[in-house]
């Protein structure tokens, strides 16, 4: 891997899409062991996966991993920890109902 070059990796994967009104997720598994690290990018082929309500739709497909270069893998790991903050709600009231 490059210093500031990205590199592309194919691996096959399972892609699990579950529309239920316990769990609602997509998960994407990869089949051949690869790891994806802060700063990579994965794009899974093939058409758009609709799961009817109450109903989980698992489909194997190929999936193209973008790894990260050393200089944005870095940053991603700097910066991520302040982006996490974004994500968070804090609430200050004094009022406490139970």
Not at 22 to 41: K, T, Y
Not at 52 to 72: D, F, K, M, N
Request: charge should be negative; hydrophobic fraction near 40%.
């Amino acid at each position: 891997m490059g210093f500031l070059t990205k590199e592309k990796e194919t691996a096959p994967c399972t892609v699990e899409i579950s529309h239920k009104f316990e769990s609602l997720h997509a998960h994407v598994r990869f089949d051949n062991g690869a790891v994806v690290h802060p700063g990579d990018e994965v794009v899974v082929q093939g058409p758009e996966i609709m799961a009817p309500y109450g109903e989980v739709v698992t489909e194997s497909r190929t999936a193209i991993i973008w790894r990260a270069s050393t200089v944005e893998r870095m940053w991603t790991r700097l910066t991520g920890d302040m982006e996490f903050m974004e994500l968070c709600e804090f609430s200050f009231s004094e009022e406490v109902t139970l």
